[in-house]
């Protein structure tokens, strides 16, 4: 425990302390930015029929976040270490392989949410000059942040595997975006599928993303959606503590 | 839970380091192949090899890094592969290039690893303050670790691996890119430390290993070749030196004369100015040819202005050693 908080601490200091994590920053901002100004634009003046929180989601934007940002920000977790050498000096102490995996994981959720800060800012700016009731509801706000948190979760997580999995940042980004894009992309497979589609049409409409969010940014929680998303983090993490332990006791360098 | 200062008693009294029959392979490579040895508390043993020797994967391996193939390696008793968290607790572990955080001040880095090796938060501080003191880094202490010299980066990995007061510590290449005056810094740094510490450290360059080390375990490809303390092993070779000599005398007399002697096994001559010559004898064994040398210039009548012997130093031994050299084999 006191090696994972330990770790957590140095691992979030190094996205503060390195230009990396400002740069994450500042680009997501602008683009959560951007995202919200093309949609307080095209509804100024009118009444809105659904939850403001859909509005944004509908824009590109919050994908392009999920899907770019998160590699970015996993891809150094590992791969940074193993290409320094700080990763040898970190296994030759007392620590296990779960506290190290769960502190990086962790480091790049924390980060991860950090990040989404500016989405809240923008909606609080929405509720201060709304009038009261009509655009503006908090409970869309907490189960967008609900599905934003937990999608976030399955990404980082698989972040960490990916870059587990190399000495190289770039491979590790690489890596974890295909996942990320393919495991998206997977909610198209519903509709390419057509209406014959069968089980195979089910079971895509059961992991789409897109649906999942819809949901969400409604103020819809179904269980069904954390399970998917808590399961299959739970997996990546497991998978990444394997490859830490595999690591360790079949080296060939 | 056990910390290293509340060790077992059984555990104190063995060896530190108890190695047997150790293997490991790289695919078909075999970087370490039946590797003994023991390493007693107190003692400063030097790992000498040329590059490539298998230095770094034994040191890789005792540190609980990764496992052997095969073989048995114990630290303080406790095995690498089973019981490594007992192992690693227990080592301050320098690796090849000493990787740092350069993003962390001194300071903050030695708080971290202290941290990071179980000690308390007011344990960690006050031991990165006597590691600090201990290795001369207090009067950068609050500098960023990416601004400092190599040879002070070398003093935050030796911290590093002091803070936890281990109870081995194990240096790979510690002096490695330093320049002399670094080096001999860090050597003196070394030897302080020696005494309340066992150390186990790794270098390709011999003098190094001389003048720090206890006891010497010189290694060439995978194998150990010879091992023992600096003085003994150049004890066990002192007679074997070869004689030089400045002989004024007739050049094939000469020759005839000096091949007679008892206990040559070759002999070169060339010739200087005034009709001496200069010749180096090697002995077969460890005799010291001089007496006998001297006794058949005097018989002959020949003039000798010169008489010495070469003693071979441990870096012949190392050199020969290394290259495959059948010469000196049997002193092991």
Same mark, same amino acid.
């Given at each position: 425990m006191t090696a994972w908080w330990t770790l957590l601490r140095r691992e979030l200091g190094a996205y503060l302390l390195s230009l990396t994590g400002y740069v994450i920053l500042t680009a997501v901002a602008f683009l959560l930015g951007v995202g919200f100004t093309l949609v307080v634009l095209a509804y100024n003046g009118d009444s809105l029929t659904v939850p403001l929180t859909e509005l944004f989601y509908s824009t590109l934007f919050f994908w392009l976040i999920l899907l770019v940002a998160t590699p970015m920000i996993t891809m150094r977790l590992f791969a940074q270490e193993r290409a320094t050498g700080t990763y040898e000096t970190l296994m030759t102490c007392p620590v296990g392989e779960l506290s190290v995996v769960l502190a990086k994981f962790a480091a790049g959720l924390l980060f991860y949410t950090v990040m989404w800060i500016p989405l809240i800012v923008c909606l609080l700016i929405v509720h201060r000059y709304t009038a009261e009731g009509t655009a503006f509801d908090w409970w869309p706000v907490a189960s967008t942040s609900l599905g934003i948190l937990l999608m976030g979760a399955l990404y980082v997580a698989i972040g960490c595997l990916a870059s587990a999995l190399t000495r190289s940042q770039i491979v590790a980004a690489i890596l974890s975006f295909a996942i990320g894009l393919t495991l998206f992309l997977l909610s198209f497979a519903e509709y390419s599928?057509?209406?014959r589609g069968g089980w195979l049409a089910d079971a895509a409409r059961y992991v789409s993303m897109l649906d999942h969010m819809e949901d969400f940014v409604r103020g819809?929680?179904? !269980?069904?959606?954390?399970?998917?998303?808590?399961?299959? !983090?739970f997996l990546f993490l497991f998978l990444t503590v394997k490859v830490v332990e595999g690591r360790r006791w079949r080296r060939s360098t | 839970m056990d910390t290293p200062s509340t060790r077992t008693p059984s555990a104190d009294a063995g060896p530190i380091i108890e190695v047997a029959h150790l293997h490991r392979r790289y695919g078909r490579h075999l970087a370490v192949a039946d590797v003994s040895f023991t390493v007693e508390r107190g003692e400063i043993v030097g790992l000498l090899g040329p590059n490539g020797a298998g230095k770094s994967t034994i040191l890789r391996i005792l540190s609980a890094y990764m496992p052997g193939t095969s073989g048995t390696v114990k630290v303080a008793g406790y095995d690498v592969t089973r019981e490594a968290h007992a192992v690693r607790r227990r080592i301050g572990y320098m690796p090849e290039n000493n990787p740092l955080h350069t993003d962390l001040r001194v300071r903050e880095y030695l708080k971290f690893r202290g941290r990071l090796k179980g000690l308390g938060i007011r344990r960690s501080r006050s031991r990165a303050d006597v590691v600090l003191e201990q290795c001369g880094l207090t009067h950068v202490s609050r500098q960023m670790i990416g601004t400092l010299?190599?040879?002070y980066r070398q003093r935050v990995g030796l911290a590093d691996a002091l803070i936890?007061?281990?109870?081995?510590?194990?240096?790979?290449?510690?002096?490695?890119?330093l320049d002399p005056h670094q080096i001999r810094a860090f050597r003196n740094l070394l030897r302080t430390l020696g005494g309340d510490h066992t150390i186990l450290l790794s270098s390709h360059i011999l003098h190094e290993v001389e003048m720090t080390s206890t006891r010497v375990l010189i290694i060439n490809e995978g194998r150990i070749v010879v091992s023992g303390a600096p003085a003994d092993l150049r004890q066990r070779i002192a007679g074997a030196g070869e004689v030089l000599a400045e002989i004024q005398a007739e050049g094939t007399a000469l020759e005839a004369g000096l091949r007679e002697l008892a206990g040559l096994r070759e002999c070169v001559l060339s010739p200087m100015e005034e009709d001496y010559w200069h010749c180096r004898l090697m002995p077969r064994s460890t005799e010291d040819l001089r007496p006998a040398v001297h006794e058949l210039a005097a018989r002959q009548g020949w003039r000798l202005r010169e008489l010495g012997l070469r003693r071979l130093t441990l870096e012949d031994v190392f050199v020969h050693m290394t290259s495959?050299?059948?010469?000196?084999?049997?002193?092991?």
């Open positions: 599928l057509g209406p819809v929680v179904d !269980t069904r959606r954390i399970t998917f998303y808590l399961s299959l !983090t | 010299s190599k040879g936890h007061e281990p109870e081995l510590i194990i240096l790979d290449e510690p002096t490695i890119g495959g050299d059948e010469e000196m084999e049997g002193w092991e």
